[in-house]
């Protein structure tokens, strides 16, 4: 990860000190991130890429931004509880979300803080370094379990070199906790053709994840649309 990404990381990471006083722990922290950083990606794939929303409009990250005390905890929590709702990649994030950040005024600096960046605009691998990066400080914040969830990336880039992944193949991760592994493999696979229905196939059925938590389900779903894996 490049100095800027790591800075990123770290900005991003020091508000997790102050909720910590709150008594919100670095895992629920990370979690609230992912809900708050897909509605701010989802509203710059439609402003800078020109992809429609796939979130209904009263809900989508502008709702938020203007909103301020107990008004934006409750649509922020009336958000969470409709995305739950929905199917596809959208339901598996926001799963049994339940709002943790109940200092309304905690919430806006949060909002604020990811608004100030543009995410979409950088690369795909760069946003997946930057949410890795979070999961990696998670990891080694808690001490006690964490750390089954997170795989450093040079271990696991080794592992799918001897794996050796082909094209037309599947690889699930039957216990894939974050996922780390399965955006490796994704792009190890992908190098391999130029054909696009292969690649399509490859990004949106051949990489699959399971875990029993739902909560690291979520971050999983979250760490492979940052990749640009899944639908």
């Not at 990004?203 to 760490?223: F, S, T, W």
């Amino acid at each position: 990860m490049s100095t800027d990404h790591t800075a990123l990381v770290a900005k991003v990471w020091n508000y997790a000190h102050v909720l910590r006083d709150q008594g919100i722990g670095y895992g629920d922290y990370v979690e609230q991130i992912t809900f708050l950083l897909f509605l701010k990606m989802d509203e710059e794939r439609s402003d800078l890429l020109g992809e429609g929303s796939i979130i209904p409009p009263a809900y989508q990250w502008a709702s938020l931004r203007e909103l301020e005390g107990n008004e934006l905890r409750t649509h922020y929590e009336e958000i969470l509880a409709k995305l739950g709702r929905e199917k596809g990649i959208i339901g598996t994030i926001f799963k049994g979300a339940i709002n943790k950040i109940t200092t309304p005024a905690n919430l806006k600096k949060l909002i604020g803080l990811i608004d100030d960046e543009t995410w979409i605009g950088i690369g795909v691998d760069v946003k997946g370094a930057i949410y890795e990066g979070l999961l990696e400080r998670n990891a080694s914040e808690v001490k006690s379990g964490a750390g089954q969830y997170f795989t450093p990336r040079p271990l696991i880039d080794a592992i799918i070199t001897v794996l050796d992944p082909k094209v037309g193949e599947t690889v699930c991760g039957p216990f894939c906790g974050t996922g780390g592994f399965l955006p490796s493999a994704y792009e190890h696979m992908k190098t391999q053709t130029q054909d696009k229905e292969k690649i399509k196939k490859l990004r949106e059925h051949d990489i699959k994840g399971i875990d029993l938590v739902p909560e690291v389900a979520r971050l999983c779903a979250m760490n492979l649309y940052l990749h640009g894996i899944g639908n």
